[in-house]
């Protein structure tokens, strides 16, 4: 019990939410270069050279160079082992994404000191907002020219409703960086003169901005800004309160530079040791932390085929109690299964490796039998509880699907069955129509990813029609018979695989029109007896 109390408190897992080409990547690879999980830089990305991501298993996502499908990377660092749950960094993300952050403890959230907080960013920040993460914000690019950081401080706010608590200051004058102030150790740090962007330390000896040394490198100007920002964001500026940090309303803020690697290792071990250890998760037998004295974990992401040598399923679980142990047998919940399990894995880039033992916090994949479906809970046998359902995430874009040959029917149908059961999409059926299906996605590169895997996995070319549609409600009403709704003409009428009536319309403007001509009836953007986003 000790031991997993210990070994807990030394997990860190964390998520990077970013907008495309923030560079999440690049940050990722510096992060790893530090816990010498990778030797060579561009390991990670070498989208030139024509190498691919470490992340990237499909094929599609090789042909494609990008990353569909969220991974885990797992390294050590001064004693601390550090699991990424890495999201997919390209604009047509999807639900896995938005899953991936419910196996988090905390955020990085990466924003691009030229551009601010960009859709993508906006999106995820919700989702963790929601779960009550706690989210660290890094101002990636400062060697570059840059917007300034009040008004990005301002953004946070704005647009997203927290407050930023700057843990060092670029120097220089209208975004021209040359390095930042180290409030907390009250030093300088500049990119080295040679242009190399290393970093040259220089510590006050006054204990504060306010030094004639700063003066003389920084110069009259730009020490003259420098000292009033700092002085503005002392008075005005918030207190470091941890603990709005742990209840989201304030972001502890870093600036850097991932490529030139400025500023990443202060970063990496600020955020070490502020970030924290596995929080407990709520169960329908109370919460299942460290301090449990069960095993138990969770599965949030269902991967078919990441090694095309390997046709195989891969279940990645979250642990949030207990320990595990290699070959244990566990009870799955759902189906009242007991399943050993033998091959547990860890995963760095390709490289798949055995686990032996694994502690709260920590990922791991698993072989799936074919049983697992997302949000599924493990527990040590004798145990009874369940994790939170997972909330569903509310599809934007639809297509009609059919199998290509009638003759395939059947293979379509299992395919159908078990990328839903996997979590790759969302499955309604209009009622009356059996031949076809209307699939729901967050991302349209899930249409893609559906249509390749029916080909490549089940043998079955589809006809893929998308539709105008852009939001769907499920409808909530005890009197009202969804044929008899309203001014939904040009929408249209479908089930979700338990029966649930929904509607889909173009958008949210029309949904306002449809809502006033039903009152009496609810529009859900979630089913009804699930958790909203
Ligand atoms: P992503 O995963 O968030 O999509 O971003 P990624 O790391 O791929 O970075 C996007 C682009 O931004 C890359 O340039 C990358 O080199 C660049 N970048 C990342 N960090 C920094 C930084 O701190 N400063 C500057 N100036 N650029 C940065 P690219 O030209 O698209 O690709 P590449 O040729 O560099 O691979």
């Known amino acids: 019990m000790e031991d997993i109390i210990n070994q807990a408190s030394k997990r860190r897992t964390f998520a990077i939410i970013s907008h495309p080409d923030a560079g999440k990547t690049t940050l990722t690879e510096k992060l790893l270069l530090y816990g010498g999980a990778i030797h060579l830089a561009g390991s990670v990305k070498a989208r030139k050279t024509a190498k691919h991501a470490t992340s990237d298993w499909m094929e599609i996502e090789k042909q494609r160079g990008i990353s569909v499908t969220s991974s885990v990377l797992q390294f050590d660092y001064q004693g601390i ?57 890094f101002v990636n690019k400062l060697d570059r020219f840059g917007r300034s950081p009040f008004d990005l401080m301002e953004e946070l706010e704005k647009v997203l409703g927290i407050r930023a608590f700057p843990m060092n200051w670029p120097i220089g004058i209208d975004g021209n960086y040359k390095g930042v102030y180290n409030r907390k150790l009250a030093q300088i740090e500049l990119f080295d003169k040679d242009g190399s ?29 420098l000292t009033d920002d700092i002085e503005l964001l002392d008075m005005a500026g918030d207190q470091f309160d941890f603990e709005k940090v742990t209840q989201g309303e304030l972001t502890p803020m870093f600036f850097g530079s991932a490529m030139t690697n400025f500023g990443v290792q202060p970063f990496l071990e600020e955020f070490l040791r502020l970030a924290p250890t596995p929080t407990p ?41 207990g320990k595990f142990e290699r070959g244990m047998s566990v009870l799955h919940v759902q189906s009242g299964k007991q399943i050993k399990l033998s091959q547990p894995q860890q995963f760095l880039a390709q490289d798949r490796t055995i686990v032996d033992d694994a502690y709260p916090g920590d990922i791991i994949g ?41 003759m395939k029917r059947k293979q379509f149908l299992k395919g159908m069955t078990q990328l839903t059961q996997e979590g790759a999409v969302q499955v309604f059926r209009q009622p009356g129509v059996i031949e076809s299906f209307v699939i729901g996605v967050v991302g349209s590169l899930q249409f893609e990813v559906l249509e390749y895997r029916l080909k490549q996995e089940y043998g079955t070319d589809i006809l893929m029609h998308q539709l105008p549609y852009g939001v769907a409600r499920w409808i909530a009403s005890n009197n009202v018979n969804p ?23 173009t958008t949210e403007w029309q949904l306002g029109w449809v809502r006033e001509r039903n009152p009496g009836v609810e529009f859900l953007a979630t089913p009804p007896d699930m958790p909203h986003e």
């Open 81 to 137: 082992r550090v699991n990424i749950l890495d999201t997919p960094g390209h604009q047509d993300f999807s639900e896995d994404t938005y899953r991936t952050l419910m196996a988090a403890d905390s955020a990085v959230m990466l924003i691009d000191v030229a551009k601010g907080v960009e859709e993508q960013t906006k999106k995820l920040f919700r989702v963790c907002k929601e779960r009550g993460i706690p989210i660290f914000t």
């Open 197 to 225: 962007h290393g970093q040259y330390a220089l510590k006050s000896t006054a204990g504060s901005v306010n030094d004639p040394a700063f003066r003389e490198i920084l110069g009259d100007n730009v020490y003259q800004a």
């Open 281 to 321: 998760r709520q169960t329908s037998e109370g919460v299942a932390g460290a301090e449990s004295d069960f095993f138990s974990a969770f599965v949030f992401k269902i991967q078919a085929n990441m090694n095309p040598a390997h046709r195989d399923r891969i279940a990645f679980i979250r642990i949030c109690s």
């Open 366 to 406: 698993l072989f799936d039998p074919g049983v697992f479906g997302i949000g599924d809970t493990l527990c040590q046998t004798g145990q009874s509880l369940k994790f939170q359902d997972f909330p569903v995430f509310p599809p934007e874009q639809f297509a009609r699907v059919q199998a290509k040959d009638t």
């Open 483 to 505: 044929q008899d709704l309203k001014s939904i003409d040009n929408g249209m009428l479908l089930e979700d695989t338990k029966g649930r009536p929904l509607i889909l319309i």
